[in-house]
């Protein structure tokens, strides 16, 4: 009776064993009796004669029946692993038939996994093919995941297994980005058939996986391309969360994808924010309907980053007007994002800046994109309510930029800085737009604002201040300075205002013409509240 294998006589199979294929450590290491314990896996000594192909040692262990029952099974997907021929005739032809046939589908799937065409055709020959009803899609999706063209033939070649040949088979090799094998899959009009059914699963796995040439591929068939957005475009929405920014620029060239871009309440956008995804929600925001939609429920959005503390992400939402106004009214949650997004924006608009002065010396900066005006607005809104001399320099910055300095916003700027008695910010509002204090510094139902106001918020920030001025028109037969009118043939003249006398009740200022139409003496007014 052989109770050992001498392995000094199979120096090969030493070798064999130290590659410790993954493959083989998951068929053989089961609790086997009589087992050897070689390169940390444990084998029969059957097992160890069909890994190396042994037919003489096979024959040998035959005849003392060294083997238990049990193990036949195993012995079979072994020999199909290892493409031992020779072995498994032997094996059939002593007996062992019955458990071929019985265990036919897993020796079968050995024999692929093993990546053994040899052992497939030997067993697909063997006239089983009734067995392998309803197994066609297991063994096809095992061969396409050991990625054999030529086994996946073979198998295709046996009409039951062919018979088989689903969307759930096509998915399997659209996520495997094997575009062979895709194509070898449609040859058959049993796939053409199926590509796009489940909802265009094929289409939505290639997507998830990102695999640009399989997704353009499937798209070249109509039947994929008419169900591109299936299941609320799911497969932009994959291809989003798996931050696969090609995919999802293909996808959207498709007119009908963008058509439905917004669908479950930003469904894309909040995809690619639930796995970090910078540079897929960078690209997603330049669309105007995604802004539209994160501007109608940014609280959705906004927490969608924040409880996973993707800092970089809500950075990029705060270029948003909306985000960024909705961010502004709950300091207590997004000061910190606010006031760094700020630095960082003023950092790159800085750079901006220069560069384009560099390239032309007498251009004039500016902006075009209106959403960014409207974001740069709210941050000087910021900056005024957070009354910091030290911002004065970024305010003067950004007021500078035509587009930032229309007379749109000063009327609101400055009521705020009024409100939040910054005096740099009011004055600095005069003081780059003049003509401010022309259309917008004046008595009228919509604004509250007057020059009185305005004056004697200056003089009570700065009493012992002179140096607080503003240039302003007013109308010289006027006793109140009433600047919302013109009157036909009065003259306007510049005056600049200075501390004269302040008391509670009334507040005089003098006044020094700068500019006038013909000679004018220093004047003194008296504006009452």
Known sequence: MI??????????????????????????????????????????????????????????????????????????????KCGQLDILTLLMNSGWEKYIVENIIAILNAAIKGRKPESVRFL?????????????EELLNNAIKCGDTEIIQLLLNCPTIAEELNARVLSCAADSGRLDVLE??????????????????????????????????????EMVAMDITAKDNEALEKAAKGGFLDVVKFLLTYQTVQDHLTAQNNAVLRAAISTNQIRVVQHLLGYKSVRNTVAANPSLILDEARLRNYHKVILLLLSCSDVFFYADLHENIYGNHLDRFIKETLQLLHARHD?????????????????????????????????????????????????????????TKLRLSISSENKHAANLTFKIN?????????????????????????LNSSKNSTDVSCTVELEESESYPVLNKKVPGKKSIAFQFFPKEITPETTSFGVRALETESEMSPASKSINP
């Open 124 to 136: 697909l020959g063997l006239s089983m093919d009734h067995l392998f009803y309803g197994y066609g």
């Open 434 to 458: 003049p003509s401010v204090a022309r259309e917008y510094n004046q008595t009228r139902p919509d604004s509250k604002i007057n020059l009185t106001d305005f004056l004697r918020f200056l």
């Open 184 to 221: 070898i899959l449609l040859h058959y009009k049993r796939a053409q058939e199926q590509i796009a059914s489940e909802d265009n699963r094929a289409l939505i796995v290639a997507s998830a996986a990102g695999h640009l040439e399989i997704v353009k591929y499937l798209l070249s068939y």
């Open 355 to 411: 560069a384009f002065k560099q390239a032309h010396p007498n251009g004039i900066f500016n902006l075009d994109s209106e959403d960014e005006i409207v974001t740069l607005s709210h941050v000087i809104n910021r900056l005024i309510r957070k009354n910091n001399p030290d911002f004065a320099k970024e305010m003067h910055f950004l007021l500078q930029i035509p587009s930032l300095n229309k007379l749109d916003y000063h009327d």
């Open 3 to 80: 109770n050992k294998v001498n392995l000094e006589k199979y120096p090969a199979l030493l070798s064999f064993l130290n590659a410790s294929d993954p493959i083989e450590q998951e068929l053989l290491s089961r609790n086997l009796k009589n087992e050897y314990e070689i390169a940390n896996i444990h084998y029969t000594p059957m097992q160890l004669t069909v890994i190396f192909g042994d037919v003489t040692h096979v024959k040998a262990l035959l005849k003392t029946n060294f083997y238990i029952e049990f193990n036949k099974c195993l012995v079979l997907e072994l020999a199909a």
